[in-house]
């Protein structure tokens, strides 16, 4: 079953600050690409670039955050956000009551064929169009 994985969880991975999210992270990331079930977006790579070298207290090395994107686009299948996601992403922003950064990380997992979203940034446990929204740290 396809995962879709947000920035977030991609983010902890790293993220040397919070050691049991960091673990959890590592889980994750290491069962979906083992099972090739891992789904990103180009939206996901990007705001985990940007966070990796502009928000930590202690950011990556501008080579070391590159090498990240590039392991995650080679572990995983890589969703781009085009037209038609963004079309669907503004549609979903009338039909519940979610950012319109959301609405794209939703768009594109439902693109991506996955059955589950990743992320701590949902209700977990809520479903959207078949999409099952799972907090990995909860």
């Known amino acids: 079953m396809a995962s879709f994985v947000d920035a977030n969880v991609l983010i902890y991975f790293h993220d040397d600050e919070e050691p ?22 180009t ?16 950011p990556l090395r501008v080579e070391e955050a590159e090498r990240s994107v590039r392991r995650f686009i080679d572990i995983s299948t890589v969703i781009q956000v085009d037209v038609a996601v ?6 979903r922003t009338r ?14 997992a439902i693109k991506g064929g996955a059955k589950k979203l990743l992320t701590e940034d949902f209700n977990d446990g809520e479903v959207v169009d078949g999409l099952e929204i799972m907090n990995p740290f909860a």
């Open 20 to 41: 049991e999210k960091q673990a959890r992270a590592e889980e994750v990331i290491e069962r979906e690409s083992r099972a090739g079930t891992m789904i990103l977006s």
């Open 95 to 108: 039909n519940m009551s979610i950012s319109f950064w959301d609405a794209l990380i939703v768009e594109a």
């Open 86 to 91: 963004i079309l669907a992403a503004i549609s």
């Open 43 to 58: 939206q996901v790579l990007q705001e985990f670039y940007s966070a990796a070298t502009r928000k930590w207290r202690e």
